[in-house]
């Protein structure tokens, strides 16, 4: 193995995990995360040489979201000409989804997919902030790197999103609605 | 009326601000309901969220074909970097356009579905995507 791929291995490939949860928020198919994070980890062992004394974990979720614009990009523009053969595969159950299913609804009564399902109503830049801070436990100055905004909007994007899920929380489980700071 | 002091609470609740800036903040939600409340709301949703939502590994499968994919780069990952210009949003990561019209090539070929059940780098015999790539 050359030095540049053992150092990729070394200081990179730890957060794939991370790549992915990350990935899987921002898909909505598993085997589109699956597809971004592959592109992702290529990409970032071509350019690796640029990483040195950078955040390896921010850099690398800045290219997975990246990467998952240009794949949503691109199922955009062939939405608008929808071909039989382009309908996507079903690789298997959504980490979230981003509309209720009303059949499926009654089978959401636990409180994690609840959860989960009021995680994805939310608008995807400010998911975005909140699992990263919450979940991959980010500084505000790393999540600006992954997301490419200024810090100040970072801190906005999580009380808004903080607010929001504790009020679609309320409203759900206890029926009571309250107003989103 | 939220309370002014609201997104330096917060901070101080995430760990981002200095010891003598957390004091402040704390001798303020000592005397501010508000900020209390909010201090409460904020651990209510980390809890929730930690506890509750998933913590997906990368799958043994997607390693293992992240790590096939780099074997097929080249010992310096020159593959997409030596015939690519960098890309705007991404400067450090060299070859992103040629990997980008590779991507949609790709994701079209494995809708066309005559390569089913391949992914990127899919390396079959006979096709014709494995041999471009």
């Known amino acids: ?181 | 009326m939220q309370c002014a002091e609201s997104l330096r609470v917060q901070a101080y609740f995430d760990g981002e601000v200095d010891p003598v800036t957390a004091a402040e903040i704390e001798r303020h939600a000592d005397h501010c309901n508000e900020c209390r409340v909010l201090l409460e709301d904020l651990q209510k949703v980390r809890t929730a969220l930690r506890r509750d939502v998933s913590y997906a590994a990368a799958p043994p499968a997607l390693r293992a074909q992240v790590l096939r994919a780099l074997d097929q780069e080249g010992p310096a990952g020159q593959a997409g970097a030596a015939t690519a210009p960098p890309a705007a949003n991404v400067a450090a990561a060299g070859g992103l356009s040629r990997a980008l019209v590779l991507d949609g090539r790709v994701q079209r070929h494995r809708r066309r579905r005559d390569c089913s059940g391949h992914r990127h780098l899919c390396g079959a015999a006979g096709c014709v995507e494995s041999v471009d790539r």
């Open chain 1, 1 to 181: 193995m050359d030095d540049k791929r053992a150092r990729f291995e070394e200081q990179v490939l730890p957060h794939l995990d991370a790549a992915y949860r990350f990935a899987r928020w921002l898909c909505h198919a598993p085997g589109d995360a699956d597809d971004v994070v592959q592109e992702a980890v290529l990409r970032a062992f071509r350019g690796f040489d640029a990483l040195r004394g950078s955040d390896a974990k921010a850099w690398l979720l800045a290219i997975v979201r990246n990467c998952h614009f240009t794949a949503a990009k691109q199922q955009q523009r062939r939405a608008l000409v929808p071909l039989p053969e382009e309908n996507d595969e079903v690789d298997g159950p959504a980490m979230v989804a981003t509309t209720p299913d009303p059949e499926s609804d009654s089978i959401l009564s636990d409180q994690k997919q609840v959860l989960e399902r009021l995680l994805a109503s939310l608008p995807e830049e400010h998911r975005c902030v909140l699992m990263l801070r919450e979940i991959e436990e980010m500084s505000y100055a790393q999540i600006a790197a992954v997301t490419n905004v200024p810090i100040g909007t970072v801190m906005s994007r999580l009380a808004r999103s903080r607010a929001a899920l504790k009020a679609k929380w309320l409203q759900e489980v206890e029926g009571e609605p309250r107003a989103v700071r």
